[in-house]
């Protein structure tokens, strides 16, 4: 197995709502996960996130079918009280969701965070890569 990486929830959606012109590299990633050439995360919230945000698109069957084959693909990392501390005294990032996505790739021990997103995580002590960088690299 190659590298670890932490999925942002931008990817998923370009993924699942094919949203191009993103969603070749975003099934490239997936297709990556599924062979097991990459281990790739998810960061719990990210499942309730994208439950809402689908819910404009598909119907509550079709999200929760969705949604339970993403978490059977990528390891979920969740969300606990030390990670919400770390991610409200960091002051290096202004977008508290993001800065729990870094501390969710801290956790599972990711190699990059792969996010449209970079210049989100400039304070992140993961590096953050855009997919189709990424995709480059496997």
Known sequence: ?????????????????CR??????????????KQRDVLGCIAAHSISNMFFILRKVFSIEERRSLLRNLCELFAVEGIDKTKILEALANEEFSDFEDCLQMECAIAFRAD???????????????????????????
């Open 20 to 33: 191009e012109p993103y969603d070749k590299a975003a099934r490239d990633i997936v297709i990556a996960c």
């Open 1 to 17: 197995m190659g590298l670890r990486i932490l999925v942002d929830t931008n990817i998923l959606l370009d993924y699942l709502l």
């Open 112 to 138: 990059y965070i792969v996010t449209r997103n970079c210049d989100d995580f400039k304070g992140s002590r993961i590096p953050c890569i855009e997919p189709e960088k990424f995709c480059k690299l496997i």
